[in-house]
């Protein structure tokens, strides 16, 4: 889980909100956990650290004064950086999280939020990252589609709504939810964001 070939080091993550109340709550609870924990009130703070000792990783809020948890990953180049970002959101809508997964964002955590709810969602991530199989998993999964969940899945990764891909597909936002939810169970993710990360890593 650290960034560093010491096993005796402790996790770090770096923790980037406007909201103090926020940070103060995550840091409490990831430090009770083990993790070393640095606050950050606003992206170019934590830009200005970022590559000095990239951290276990990093979680991110996606609306913040000046500039946006979006910008905060096109500058932070978050596909090629060594630690996993979270992305946290009010507005937990697909479209959102498909721009913030190809924009390199390993998950989406939607507000509000358990603390509790989130360390477990970090760890498990990073346990999961560090077994880096989900290119293998996509490709399974995949293969097991039938030609319409493949259909939907393709709309799904474009970053329709449910809306946009029944238009498309000339069926209703209802059915697009039953086949997202068949797509989800079978590649095992646990939420959209999940789902186009795992499928995006195996292209």
């Known amino acids: 889980m650290t960034t560093g070939d010491n096993p005796d080091e402790k996790p770090t993550i770096h923790i980037v909100d406007d909201d103090p109340a926020v940070r103060d709550a995550l840091g409490f609870v990831f430090s009770t956990e083990g993790y070393e924990v640095s606050g950050f009130e606003n992206g170019d703070a934590f830009l200005a650290v970022a590559h000095d000792a990239p951290p276990s990783c990093v979680i991110l809020d996606i609306h913040m004064p000046g500039r946006s948890g979006m910008d905060i990953l096109k500058a932070l180049d978050a596909p090629n950086y060594p630690s996993p970002v979270f992305i946290i959101s009010g507005r937990g809508d697909i479209p959102t999280a498909v721009s913030a997964i190809k924009l390199g964002a390993f998950d989406f955590i939607e507000k509000p939020f358990d603390a509790d709810t989130v360390v477990e969602r970090v760890t498990d991530a990073l346990a999961r990252r560090s077994a880096s199989g989900d290119s293998e998993i996509a490709q399974e999964v995949f293969d097991s589609l039938t030609p319409r969940e493949r259909e939907v899945l393709q709309e799904i990764t474009n970053g329709s709504s449910n809306k946009e891909a029944g238009r498309t597909l000339g069926i209703s936002p209802r059915t697009i939810e039953v086949h997202r939810a068949r797509i989800m169970e079978k590649l095992g993710a ?14």
């Not at 646990?190 to 292209?203: C, M, Q």
């Open 190 to 203: 646990r939420n959209a964001a999940d789902l186009v990360r795992i499928v995006l890593s195996g292209n």
